[in-house]
């Protein structure tokens, strides 16, 4: 494997692995504030593994860099994170829908 490769898989998954432990320290300490608002927590870890590979595929696309122009990154960022938050909306609510027929 690529050396430049293998560093940046690494050092995405150890980053990942300390923003979780931050976040949910954070979701722990906060969590009587948190539960009036939000009782699902279950997205937060695959979230997190998505945003590592989206990370790594996007250091991989551009050469083990980051793009010249910042806004790239960002606006790349910006419409995975709407596309994905409105397929996991999507995919909730027919999930939800179908489980509900069935069950009737």
């Known amino acids: 494997m690529n050396p430049e490769v293998l560093k940046t898989n690494v050092l995405s998954i150890a980053v990942s692995g300390l923003l979780m432990l931050i976040t949910g320290i954070a979701l722990y300490l906060l969590r009587d504030q948190i539960s009036d608002n939000v009782r699902f927590f279950m997205p937060i870890p695959p ?47 027919l999930i939800l829908l179908i489980v509900n027929f069935i069950k009737r």
Do not use: Q
């Open 47 to 93: 979230l997190a593994v998505a945003a590592y590979i989206f990370v790594f595929n996007m250091y991989s696309y551009y050469d083990g860099r980051l793009p010249e122009d910042s806004w790239v990154a960002v606006k790349e960022i910006l419409y995975s994170t709407t596309i994905a938050g409105l397929s996991f909306g999507l995919f909730a609510l």
